[in-house]
């Protein structure tokens, strides 16, 4: 009786809570470790948290940019196919689907099953079988909510932020009381260049990055966004100063407490914070972190469904993934798809691996979509937009992240040719049969699957 369509639903205090909620994650809880590790110092893993910082609010400006620009949802993926054309559009929609996005969300769900069991095994590390039983558990609990509502998921995101900010805070409070007490020996020769290795340097951004991302997520609900000429550019940039500050000063207290031996050797290091500072919240703060990486995954699947609804809307992906559940008005079938690959990887999974491993796709993806700003401003310069960066912050970051990822082979070949070769795999696909358009034979297939999960085709385009 009413139309099918996704509803204008992510208010500004909404879009700032999903950037929140998407980067302040697993990231900071579990990439210090590998920032350190590749950077060798104290005082170059810190310039390096700063750098991301800086690097990641420069691709912020850039998106905020392109999604005043180009005004579909679906990120990455519509951002290329829109500046560079359907092949490397697709090669990204193939990458992600196999690579980047079930890796990534991986990670974050054994980030969840770390934190929230280890206080029950604390001395000891929480038993692996169990991390990964308890990591599949949330997964699906988000994935459950994201197919019942976006209403839902919207407010369980909001809620989630003010959680994330402050688990951060709990970690900075004392920190910096230590700090102001003159606790400062584990800042002693912070930059001891012996230990520096620069071809480590790309993996210890990519962790750094990692943290930081979840900077692109409204451009991939724009079309469900109110005002999004007004609040993406505001809500990227009041996000990404919030989380800059909160990381360094959340590093900061880390190294106060640990020193760079117990950063290295701790399976989670918000655990062995509160163990060495705060043991009255022992049971508190692992807690909070989990909650955290809780509202990571609820961000992350709530906007690749989006991507994978948009990509099937433009042609490139089966056309049952642009539907929608007639009553829920949830895109159903695209939230699902990813639960047999991040169930794969959950179960034979290690983090810092998955890290280095979908970190090569998706830098490669984020550089060509920033290129295509580049290029789609030389062929349209009559368009006007409502907010426009400066042209060297898109040159810088597209430079910076394509140098990174040719950088990166160098410093682990092993993941980033696994990362390499999905990628280049897509060609075949493309050419065979999205280049070909999509094979009649699957329609029936498509149907059967329509009416048991009773969505349908969205009626009204919000673009």
């Known amino acids: 009786e009413e139309a099918v369509f996704l509803r204008k639903k992510i208010t500004l205090l909404r879009a700032f809570s ?32 700063f750098a991301c910082g800086v690097l990641s609010m420069f691709g912020a400006l850039c998106y905020a940019e392109l999604g005043t620009r180009i005004t579909k949802s679906g990120g990455h993926y519509i951002y290329i196919l829109e500046t560079l054309g359907p092949l490397p559009s697709f090669l990204f929609l193939w990458a992600e689907f196999f690579a ?17 069991l280890e206080p029950f095994f604390a001395p000891c590390p929480a038993p692996v079988p169990a991390v990964k039983l308890v990591s599949l558990l949330g997964y699906y609990m988000v994935l459950t ?10 407010r369980l995101q909001t809620a989630l932020s003010v959680i994330k900010l402050l688990a951060l805070a709990l970690i900075i409070v004392p920190g910096m009381m230590l700090l102001a007490q003159g606790h400062t020996e584990n800042f002693q020769d912070a930059f001891d260049r012996q230990s520096l290795v620069l071809d480590k340097l790309p993996l210890a951004f990519y962790a750094g990055m990692f943290a930081y ?46 020193g760079m031996q117990d950063v290295l050797a701790s399976p989670a290091v918000a655990v062995s914070f509160v163990q060495r500072a705060f043991k009255s919240l022992i049971s508190v703060v692992p807690v909070l ?21 948009v990509a099937s809307r433009e042609g490139q992906w089966p056309p049952l993934f642009s539907m929608i559940h007639i009553r829920k008005h949830t895109p159903l079938p695209a ?68 140098f990174t990822v040719a950088m990166s082979f160098y410093s682990d070949p092993v993941n980033i040719s696994i990362g390499c070769t999905i990628v280049l795999s897509g060609f ?26 009773e969505v349908i085709q969205q009626e009204i385009k919000t673009y």
Not at 101 to 116: D, E, K
Not at 230 to 254: D, E, K
Request: proline share 5%.
């Open 18 to 49: 999903l950037l929140i909620g998407s980067m302040v994650g697993s990231g900071i809880f579990i990439s210090p470790k590998g920032v350190l590790k590749n950077s060798g110092s104290v005082g170059f893993s810190l310039v390096v948290w």
């Open 100 to 116: 980047i996005r079930p890796a990534n969300s991986a990670v974050v769900s054994l980030a969840f099953g770390r934190y929230i």
């Open 145 to 154: 909510l994201n197919s019942w509502s976006v209403t839902w998921s919207a």
């Open 213 to 258: 991302s979840g900077w692109f997520q409204t451009s991939f609900v724009r079309e469900e966004l109110v005002r999004p000429e007004r609040n993406i550019p505001l809500a990227v940039i009041v996000s990404v100063i919030t989380v800059i500050v909160g990381y360094m000063l959340t590093n900061i207290s880390y190294y106060t407490v640990l």
């Open 289 to 309: 972190v989990a909650l955290s990486c809780f509202g990571t995954m609820n961000g992350g699947i709530f906007t690749f469904s989006r991507t994978l609804f």
């Open 335 to 402: 939230v699902m798809l990813m639960f047999p690959l991040v169930t794969a990887m959950v179960c034979i999974g290690d983090i810092y691996h998955l890290m280095n491993f979908f970190s090569f796709s998706r830098w490669l993806f984020i550089g060509l979509a920033t290129l295509g700003l580049i290029v789609h401003r030389h062929r349209h310069p009559e368009l006007h937009s409502p907010f426009k960066v400066p042209l060297f912050v898109p040159v810088s970051f597209t430079v910076i992240c394509l």
């Open 428 to 453: 075949p696909v493309y050419y065979l049969i999205i280049h070909r358009q999509m094979s009649n034979r699957c329609h029936y297939l498509t149907h059967k699957l329509q009416l048991l999960l």
